[in-house]
């Protein structure tokens, strides 16, 4: 089985984690440079303000006369929160895999039949109950026998009646119903394309997709597809270094087959997982202007758990790399540890932008080298993933970049911890 | 990420020459001893003058455990109408108590927005500025 845990509203949430004035505000986040609105909570959207992606000065005084809290984005705090919803979250099963900075799959192990002590629905709940409890992010619970259908129960847990942040499918009975429920562009992997060719030709719910001769989609559609509609069906086609990246920000991060030791070991992993995120973010045409890089020992040893992390934030967003393992390695010394049996470790590329909207600053040029990337995209695209691959090299620039609605870094810098009053 | 490493005590090895980076793990490490539940673990500073009696002064680092299960008596942070106060519950009244002459108990009202963010496990006293903060 597996589970798919995500945060409502990411960014929104994470504002009022340490700030208890706004819980109960409509809060809308913008995007890098204070452009565009980029999150809106459950209030807000309520309120029907805080679209996506308009841009915030045409909004400015909709906003403010609605009596919106403005934020900028918050990088370092959204990352922090982050890895303590998926240090919380991967204590509930043997196996966890980080999608996004907002979600993470949980996976119970091969065994159809494993079921927890407390039973599917209780375990939901108590993962759900025990996030907000320790990190206080509102999040929904999905859990199915695929991927697919864990992503299928999580959006029943949020859009469905009768579902409270929480689904389970367990059962064809269930799965039906919530296939039913689910407009087939709502399922995981159909896109828009993929989705109004389906509509044309009268596939308009999940479950009708589902219930396609599976070689038909393929040669109609791709093999992804085909996948897709097995899964739907309860049969494990994904892998996970094989599922999409989501648009907004790109994780890869894996478990070690076996617990690493040494520092050099630590660096190759990472650097594969620069490969694997930066070519992804390039392949969707975007730019990363910060990330983050972490690495923890493993929840379920006996030893004491380590986990650390690192925020960078680039000079000039970047798909480069180079660029990108040079940060890598920078971070590297702080988070290694002596005698620490390192689990897991992974990059985050977040606060990304599309590359050909993105304005340069006059004064912070690129230095990125596309026509670079694009050979070595090309070449690992022909002969396999890792044929050609960058030795590091080390940069450090300042950076200044429009945040004029920033909160504190609560959870990342001392001097910005959070004060509770004796009053 | 909460980052702990800064804060390390050294174990009285000061004076030796460690001779071998194997002594790094020997090191004492304040947020090993001090934090119990690392990912359900927050630091904030105390401000203001009603918890003296329970030996919390103004700008004290509190450090805040949202893993423990609150007991009667025990201090907390509390969300208390979109602030974060510190007080100590009394669960049967329903009232958050002060520890400092002059500041009388509060009882909850039923409009109140009310949550506990986590029980205080540890108080520390900065007898001198942090660097960090400096």
């Known amino acids: 089985m597996y589970a798919l845990c995500d945060v409502n509203s990411m960014y929104a949430s994470c504002e009022k984690v340490f700030d208890p004035s706004i819980r109960n505000r409509p809060v809308v986040v913008l995007t890098n440079n204070d452009g565009q609105i980029c999150a809106a909570c459950g209030i807000a959207k309520k309120m029907g303000i805080g679209k996506k992606f308009v841009p915030f000065f045409q909004v400015r005084y909709e906003l403010e006369k609605a009596g919106a809290v403005i934020r900028s984005s918050n990088y370092e705090l959204y990352a922090a929160l982050s890895q303590k919803l998926m240090d919380t979250c991967s204590q509930f099963a043997p196996h966890s895999h980080i999608y996004s900075i907002d979600e993470c ?87 828009r394309r993929i989705g109004a060719r389906l509509n044309a030709q009268g596939i308009t719910t999940a479950l009708q997709l589902a219930n396609q001769p599976p070689r038909l989609i393929r040669k109609q559609f791709s093999v992804l597809v085909e996948s897709t509609v097995h899964e739907l069906n309860g049969r494990v086609m994904l892998n996970w270094d094989e599922v999409r990246a989501p648009k907004k920000e790109i994780y890869s991060s894996r478990s070690f087959g076996q617990r690493i030791t040494e520092a050099l070991q630590l660096r190759y992993a990472l650097a594969a997982h620069v490969e694997i995120a930066s070519a992804k973010l390039r392949k969707q045409g975007g730019l990363a202007a910060s990330m983050t890089i972490f690495a923890t020992s493993s929840p379920h040893d006996s030893n004491e758990y380590y986990r650390k992390a690192v925020f960078h934030r680039f000079v000039v967003p970047t798909a480069d790399s180079r660029l990108i393992m040079a940060a890598c390695t920078q971070a590297i010394d702080t988070i290694f540890k002596e005698g620490i049996r390192f689990y897991r470790c992974g990059v985050g590329l977040l606060d990304l932008c599309d590359a050909n909207n993105y304005q340069f600053d006059l004064f912070a040029q690129t230095t990125d080298d596309p026509n670079f990337m694009k050979i070595m995209d090309s070449i690992n695209q022909k002969y396999g993933r890792g044929t050609v691959y960058v030795a590091s090299r080390g940069v450090e620039h300042k950076f200044a970049m429009r945040r004029e609605f920033l909160s504190p870094q609560y959870l990342t810098r001392w001097a910005d911890l959070p004060r509770a009053y004796c009053i | 990420m909460l980052k702990f490493i800064p804060l390390k005590a050294q174990a009285g090895f000061t004076g030796f020459e460690s001779p071998s980076a194997e002594y790094t793990q020997l090191d004492l490490d304040l947020g090993q001893l001090l934090i119990d539940h690392p990912t359900a673990t927050y630091i904030g500073y105390a401000e203001g003058q009603s918890m003296v009696d329970a030996g919390i002064y103004s700008g004290d680092l509190l450090i805040i455990s949202r893993a423990e299960k609150v007991k009667n008596n025990d201090i907390v942070v509390a969300n208390l109408n979109g602030v974060f106060v510190v007080k100590r519950v009394d669960k049967p009244n329903r009232r958050l108590l002060s520890a400092a002459k002059g500041y009388a108990p509060y009882s909850l009202q039923s409009g109140d927005e009310f949550q506990i963010e986590g029980v205080v496990t540890r108080s520390i006293r900065l007898h001198r500025p942090l660097k960090a903060t400096l």
């Open chain 1, 105 to 191: 799959f949980l996976f119970y192990g091969k065994h159809a039949t494993y079921v927890p002590p407390e039973g599917w629905a209780k375990h939901a709940s108590d993962i759900r109950r025990t996030v907000w409890r320790e990190v206080r992010l509102p999040i929904g619970v999905g859990i199915g026998q695929t991927p697919t259908l864990a992503k299928a129960a999580n959006h029943a847990a949020k859009r469905i009646k009768g579902y409270n942040g929480t689904a389970v499918i367990d059962d064809n009975r269930t799965r039906k119903h919530i296939l039913a429920n689910m407009s087939v562009t709502d399922v995981w992997g159909i896109g």
